[in-house]
């Protein structure tokens, strides 16, 4: 089993600036892959990035393509999720995920096996 805890959300104005940060407890794996996802009631889950252990594949979701920058410790297991110039558009709730299955597209949330219980972003104009 592996938990994860995501923390850093908050309100901030239209072009402000967020990090969020996701901490996996449990039986992490060196292999895991971790990711963040964002969801509105209005909408499905969607996948923001997507990064693997030695960091050299990030994958990045056009919505927030060269607004965001995702990162992972490997020594304390945690992926965190640099987001700049933020539009209202990107309220939401942000949810990490780990564990890729390695088969699935890389923001099918069908393809990782644990969540966190989200933190909320809001973006004022």
């Known amino acids: 089993q592996v938990h994860l805890v995501e923390s850093g959300g908050g309100s901030v104005q239209s072009g402000g600036s967020l990090r969020l940060s996701c901490v996996a407890s449990g039986v992490v794996r060196a292999t895991d892959c971790m990711a963040w996802f964002r969801q509105t009631p209005e909408k499905e889950r969607e996948g923001v990035a997507t990064?693997?252990?030695?960091?050299?594949?990030?994958f990045y979701a056009d919505s927030m393509k060269g607004r965001v920058t995702i990162s992972l410790d490997n020594y304390n297991n945690k992926a965190d999720l640099e987001m700049k110039n933020l539009k209202p558009e990107d309220t939401a709730r942000y949810y990490c995920a780990a564990r890729w299955n390695g088969r699935s597209r890389y923001f099918d949330p069908r393809g990782f096996e644990y969540w966190g219980q989200g933190t909320q972003v809001t973006v004022a104009t």
């Open positions: 990064i693997c252990p030695g960091g050299s594949r990030r």
